[in-house]
């Protein structure tokens, strides 16, 4: 059978978005993920979100997140912003919903003109001035959970930034346990520009969604930026990252920005065998 898919972009982030009532019951999704996602073999995307029934109370939806590598991805910001305005658009929720990942229930409000706002999970386990060895060599990062884990490299000048050097070396490093994103932040255009390298697509990406409130959180912690926070993407489009301190702890943290369709169409069924 012939399986119907939608592709949509969060600043750059791209995604294959399917729903699981058009897949058999054992289907494999971390090797679909893998297929689909392989830019020259398959479609080619970031990552892979497949729509699901809810399961606990109060969703309307659930996702189950694969990355391009076929590793499943707890939580995924710009992924989010996408599959809740194609749920809405579908007319399977509101404009303003919520749905089960991973990471915990993220609420969605859906605006005009392809805006989406998510109300990401409580960020956790941060910490400032974090010492990584590397090879004799001592590397300063600030590391958070905004739903996955980050790391946070401040430089001066992010176009510079060796992503594709230090990236994949620190994302591997024996210091976090299940990996992590790496980020490389400039304090730049009244906000922050970032370039993150994404666990589980193992190169850079466009944007990250989580990264950039990463950013945002560590970069107010540290005192550079206050909320709301505008991050620059790799891409060039700016996502907004909002949150309240409250008892000095980071509260309801959310990230809005654009999204795009690109196409919808069938995969054959010759790539699914």
């Given at each position: 059978?012939?399986?119907?898919f939608?592709?949509?972009?969060?600043?750059?982030?791209?995604?294959?978005?399917?729903e699981?009532?058009?897949?058999a019951?054992?289907?494999?999704?971390?090797?679909?993920?893998?297929?689909?996602?392989?830019?020259?073999?398959?479609?080619?995307?970031?990552g892979?979100?497949?729509?699901?029934?809810?399961?606990?109370?109060?969703?309307?939806?659930?996702v189950?997140?694969?990355?391009?590598?076929?590793?499943?991805?707890?939580?995924?910001?710009?992924?989010?912003?996408?599959?809740?305005?194609?749920?809405?658009?579908?007319?399977?929720?509101?404009?303003?919903?919520?749905?089960?990942?991973?990471?915990?229930?993220?609420?969605?409000?859906?605006?005009?003109?392809?805006?989406?706002?998510?109300?990401?999970?409580?960020?956790?386990?941060?910490?400032?001035?974090?010492?990584?060895?590397?090879?004799?060599?001592?590397?300063?990062?600030?590391?958070?959970?905004?739903?996955?884990?980050?790391?946070?490299?401040?430089?001066?000048?992010?176009?510079?930034?060796?992503?594709?050097?230090?990236?994949?070396?620190?994302?591997?490093?024996?210091?976090?346990?299940?990996?992590?994103?790496?980020?490389?932040?400039?304090?730049?255009?009244?906000?922050?520009?970032?370039?993150?390298?994404?666990?589980?697509?193992?190169?850079?990406?466009?944007?990250?969604?989580?990264?950039?409130?990463?950013?945002?959180?560590?970069?107010?912690?540290?005192?550079?930026?206050?909320?709301?926070?505008?991050?620059?993407?790799?891409?060039?489009?700016?996502?907004?990252?909002?949150?309240?301190?409250?008892?000095?702890?980071?509260?309801?943290?959310?990230?809005?920005?654009?999204t795009?369709?690109?196409?919808?169409?069938?995969?054959?069924?010759?790539?699914?065998?």
């Open positions: 059978m012939e399986l119907s939608t592709k949509m972009a969060g600043c750059g982030n791209d995604f294959l978005l399917v699981a009532a058009d897949l019951p054992a289907t494999d999704l971390s090797e679909l993920g893998r297929r689909l996602c392989d830019r020259q073999c398959g479609i080619g995307a970031d892979l979100i497949v729509l699901q029934p809810p399961v606990g109370p109060g969703a309307d939806y659930r189950a997140i694969v990355n391009a590598s076929g590793l499943p991805a707890e939580m995924c910001g710009n992924g989010a912003r996408c599959v809740a305005r194609y749920v809405h658009d579908r007319g399977l929720a509101g404009a303003t919903h919520a749905f089960e990942t991973p990471a915990g229930l993220i609420r969605a409000e859906v605006g005009e003109g392809g805006q989406v706002r998510v109300e990401l999970t409580e960020p956790t386990a941060i910490c400032l001035n974090r010492r990584i060895d590397l090879d004799g060599a001592v590397i300063r990062l600030d590391t958070v959970d905004t739903g996955v884990p980050h790391a946070v490299m401040w430089v001066e000048a992010v176009e510079r930034a060796d992503v594709g050097g230090l990236g994949p070396r620190l994302r591997h490093h024996p210091a976090f346990a299940h990996g992590t994103n790496v980020n490389f932040v400039e304090v730049a255009d009244a906000g922050l520009a970032v370039r993150t390298y994404e666990r589980g697509v193992e190169a850079e990406t466009l944007a990250c969604g989580t990264g950039s409130a990463a950013a945002a959180i560590l970069g107010h912690l540290r005192g550079y930026v206050d909320p709301p926070v505008r991050v620059r993407t790799r891409h060039g489009a700016v996502l907004v990252i909002d949150f309240a301190v409250e008892d000095e702890r980071i509260r309801r943290v959310t990230l809005a920005g654009p795009t369709y690109i196409c919808r169409g069938q995969v054959c069924a010759e790539i699914l065998d």
